[in-house]
């Protein structure tokens, strides 16, 4: 099963850029990279995703490594609202089947 | 838009009896997903729908849960009998198409087993 490997729990101040890495070494050529975040008491939320290029909307960026095997999620400038656990998944392309693993905490502290 | 709905939001039961939550997805949504969430973990997918046919079932208990999706928008999945383990929140997604859509995710339905 497809699977990304996260760090626990990250920190970052209010106002300053969060940086979420993500290792996602055993994707294949046709599946995304997706990223959710869940706050408490929701369900997901999606942010954003991508196959190769990097991608930006209002929410956040996604850097692709060359060879896809990482990426980082950026979220420009940190509100105590995005304190939130963040996955990163990579999903079938065939299936649209996603496998959610434990994901960043992430605190923003002001 | 309106997004994915779900009720109720919180229910208990006592252990050995029935349980049913409701999901009614984004309109136009073709894929309806049922996740299950125990605390502290990820969602983890029991069942995917594509209009109202079965895509994955794959890691549905089938022997006390049962999900369906009659007329390929809401749906209903079902634990009878509920066990203590099945303490958990129930999400319902829905997307687009399969391939490469974003889901949507409601805010679940937290059971509770006593």
């Known amino acids: 099963d497809a699977k990304t490997t996260q760090p626990p729990s990250m920190d970052c101040a209010e106002g300053r850029a969060a940086n979420l890495p993500c290792n996602h070494s055993t994707i294949s050529g046709n599946e995304y990279v997706y990223w959710y975040r869940q706050i408490h008491s929701q369900g997901p939320q999606y942010i954003i995703h991508?196959?190769?290029n990097n991608e930006t909307n209002e929410m956040a960026s996604l850097i692709i490594t060359e060879d896809r095997k990482s990426s980082t999620l950026i979220l420009p400038h940190a509100t105590l609202r995005d304190t939130a656990v963040y996955y990163c998944?990579?999903?079938?392309?065939?299936?649209?089947?996603?496998?959610f693993g434990q994901g960043t905490t992430l605190q923003v502290k002001p | 838009e309106a997004g994915v709905a779900q009720s109720p939001r919180y229910k208990i039961i006592e252990k050995r009896q029935s349980v049913a939550f409701w999901c009614n997805p984004i309109?136009?949504?073709?894929?309806l997903y049922w996740y299950q969430q125990i605390l502290g973990q990820g969602p983890k997918l029991l069942i995917q729908?594509?209009?109202?046919?079965?895509?994955?079932d794959s890691q549905l208990p089938k022997d006390r849960f049962s999900a369906e999706r009659l007329k390929g928008v809401d749906s209903t999945l079902k634990i009878q009998p509920a066990k203590l383990e099945d303490s958990a929140v129930y999400l319902c997604a829905s997307s687009l198409h399969q391939r490469n859509q974003p889901q949507h995710f409601g805010d679940g339905t937290r059971l509770s087993i006593l």
């Open positions: 729908f594509q209009n109202n046919g079965v895509v994955d």
């Open positions: 998944i990579f999903g079938s392309s065939n299936t649209g089947k996603l496998i």
């Open positions: 309109s136009g949504h073709a894929t």
């Open positions: 991508g196959l190769k």
